[in-house]
């Protein structure tokens, strides 16, 4: 039994283990018999060996610090990352798995070799994703992700525009039928060819995948958009109504059934069949996040049957539904345009007013920022640090100001790349911590994972002390039944020693006194056991010597636990050692790549800050100019509602006037019938 001078951790004593010590085992119970009692024990023995078992693969099938319990929990964080998205941080623990090679060849091996890849693909690090991909499709057919490897490659390729690697994996494996072409090959193939502009292939290959498999409607949706691409608006038709026609079984289903209606909605749009155009919009749920779209030009849809009404009801429900949407900006203004085709002039009047009014102080307020290199530089670290527009409602601007403000290219474009740099520098900070923490661990002569190990070990030495207690217990018990008197006596006095050896090892521990482990409960029970054992000869019993045997065997199966975890525990003493030495040797390495890649990120990061203000003030400048173009047809619409009036008035008098002419004539007429009917007047004469 090894003996250890360290105190024993108080956290593997806590108060109930002290009563355990003391107390004799539930599973001894005065009803029952010896031999129960024996079987109990024998299986708790074999916990014991095989909770060491355990240990001993963990350590020996170690590498550096990560052994294979370790590792599968590693393994299986990893998974539950992946599973929910969190690709960053379910890449580094991958990594980590496959470059300690603590999986061995494992199917967990073969499985964090493919997830790291999917990773970092959905990470769009195409760079890193492609070498993890081609260590698969190097390793041949036998490894289980290798067609898939070899899709994911000409995907990458079709993405990255690599157009001679694309045909070199292509004419590899799939020309040569060593990667069988699947539906999901077929589909990626098509893209791939679709992104290079080979469009009949592209067609051919989507031709193929089967009606009912998971590709087929996100094949004929891409077999549509060939087609429109290639401008044949029928047969593109054709293609769409198959997709919109099917029952969607999953999200992904549903959304391309939703893409298929908005493809058939502007199609019909763009050919003049505008109830066709209607009927597909109005398919899609209001639910789906392509129902704006669909909304949108459903309005448009309208005007372009002059049905106004059903226009103006299609912009008055986007506009209760999506106050802060892009399109907010634009259907402001179309309202009133659409007042003013109703003749509303009032309600029109009313909404050009209130964008000149609204519209008015956010166009200063972009000027202002234009103008203003710090607040550029404020607002694109804002956008920067977004996540989502959450974060802007309520601010000086609207929220449909700044989604139109990213909805532009160059703005968009540079958020990436900045976001992308700051990740990195983010890395580098993280790196940089963990170098610092790493060295103190390094140089405080102790690491956690082998720490654990040797609590593992220790506790193996509790769990013997425990056993050896039982056993010590059961011995007691039974030879108090086959014995009487002066030896009875001592074995009551035997019974008292092991007792108070229980108490003075857990008080120790509790106290947290010096060389408090178990080792010496041990020792003191193994004398205990020697005493015992003299008296075994008063027992008479048939089967006395069976129930010694057995008592015997359990101590020694005690004793090679004992043995085995003394072993393992030099074991680990002296990997730890060596791992140690390594470490220090790749952290020093290591330090080396982080000072160099921090020099290079913080020289790209000053070049993209310098950048990033010129093209918020490009982005702004746009933007406000959108605004003052609202304002100003705004404006032209309220100039054009006063000229309407104006006319309406003026047409209204001239009625007027016109109509008092023709009263005044038609009057004159009358008096001048009446006139001509009076009777002539007289003459008097004087006879």
């Not at 008080?507 to 408090?516: K, Q």
């Amino acid at each position: 039994m090894r003996l250890r001078n360290a105190t024993w951790p108080r956290l593997l004593w806590p108060g109930s283990l002290l009563a355990l010590l003391l107390s004799p085992s539930a599973s001894f119970a005065a009803d029952e018999s010896t031999m129960t009692r024996l079987d109990r024990l024998e299986t708790q023995v074999g916990a014991a060996e095989e909770r060491l078992s355990s240990i001993d693969a963990d350590i020996r099938n170690r590498t550096g610090f990560i052994g294979s319990l370790e590792a599968m929990r590693r393994y299986e964080d990893a998974v539950f990352n992946y599973l929910l998205g969190r690709y960053d941080e379910a890449a580094k623990e991958f990594f980590t798995l496959l470059e300690s090679g603590v999986l061995g060849n494992s199917p967990e091996f073969k499985d964090s070799q493919w997830y790291l890849a999917e990773c970092l693909f959905e990470l769009r690090n195409f760079a890193l994703a492609e070498d993890a991909y081609q260590v698969m499709v190097n390793a041949g057919p036998q490894h289980p992700f290798f067609p898939d490897a070899v899709r994911r490659l000409l995907e990458i390729y079709g993405i990255t525009g690599d157009g001679q690697a694309f045909y070199d994996v292509y004419n590899s494996y799939i020309i040569t039928s060593r990667v069988e072409p699947s539906d999901v090959v077929k589909y990626t193939l098509a893209k791939s060819f679709y992104r290079q502009g080979e469009y009949a292939r592209a067609k051919s290959m989507l031709e193929d995948v089967q009606l009912g498999g998971t590709y087929y409607s996100r094949a004929r949706y891409l077999l549509g958009t060939v087609l429109v691409v290639e401008g044949n608006y029928d047969d593109a038709i054709d293609q769409f109504k198959l997709v919109s026609d099917l029952q969607p079984n999953t999200v992904e289903d549903r959304e391309v059934v939703d893409l298929a209606n908005l493809a058939l909605g502007r199609l019909y749009y763009e050919l003049g069949d505008f109830t066709a155009s209607l009927d597909h919009y109005q398919r899609i749920s209001r639910a789906s996040q392509y129902f704006p779209d669909a909304l949108y030009e459903m309005g448009w849809t309208s005007i372009k049957q002059e049905d106004y009404q059903q226009a103006l009801q299609s912009v008055e429900i986007f506009l209760l539904a999506y106050p802060e949407h892009r399109y907010t900006a634009q259907l402001k203004l179309d309202q009133g345009h659409l007042y003013r085709k109703e003749s509303r002039n009032d309600d029109a009047l009313n909404s050009y007013q209130s964008i000149v009014d609204e519209y008015t102080p956010i166009t200063e307020q972009i000027r202002d920022i234009e103008g203003d290199p710090a607040a550029l530089r404020d607002w694109f670290g804002r956008l920067s640090a977004a996540d989502g527009l959450d974060s802007f409602y309520g601010g000086t601007l609207p929220v449909f100001a700044i989604e139109m403000l990213l909805a532009d290219q160059e703005v968009s474009r540079a958020l990436r790349v900045y976001r992308e740099l700051r990740r990195q520098r983010t890395e580098i900070d993280e790196s940089k911590q963990l170098i610092q923490e790493i060295e103190a661990a390094l140089d405080s002569g102790t690491v956690g994972t082998f720490q654990r190990g040797n609590v593992e070990l220790s506790s193996i030495d509790l769990e013997i002390a425990r056993l050896q207690g039982e056993l010590l217990y059961l011995e007691e018990s039974w030879l108090l039944s086959e014995t009487s008197g002066e030896t009875a006596d001592r074995i009551r006095a035997l019974r008292k020693e092991r007792e108070d050896v229980a108490r003075e090892a857990g008080e120790a521990a509790a106290e947290g006194r010096e060389g408090s482990g178990p080792e010496a409960q041990i020792t003191a029970y193994a004398e205990l056991r020697k005493k015992l054992q003299l008296l075994r000869s008063k027992a008479t019993s048939t089967d006395a010597r069976q129930v010694a045997n057995r008592i015997d065997a359990m101590w020694d199966r005690l004793a090679r636990v004992s043995s085995g975890a003394a072993s393992l525990e030099s074991s680990l003493g002296g990997l730890e050692a060596g791992e140690l030495g390594t470490i220090r040797a790749r952290l020093e390495a290591e330090k080396v790549v982080v000072s160099e890649t921090d020099a290079q990120v913080s020289t790209y990061m000053v070049e993209a800050e310098a950048l990033s203000t010129d093209v918020t003030r490009a982005g702004f400048n746009t933007l406000g100019d959108t605004f003052a173009e609202s304002i100003l047809r705004a404006d032209k619409g309220i100039v054009d509602v006063y000229w309407s009036e104006k006319i309406r008035v003026s047409e209204e008098r001239r009625a007027v006037l016109e109509d008092q002419k023709a009263l005044l004539s038609e009057l004159d007429q009358q008096f001048r019938v009446i006139r001509q009917n009076l009777p002539a007047e007289t003459t008097d004469t004087k006879e």
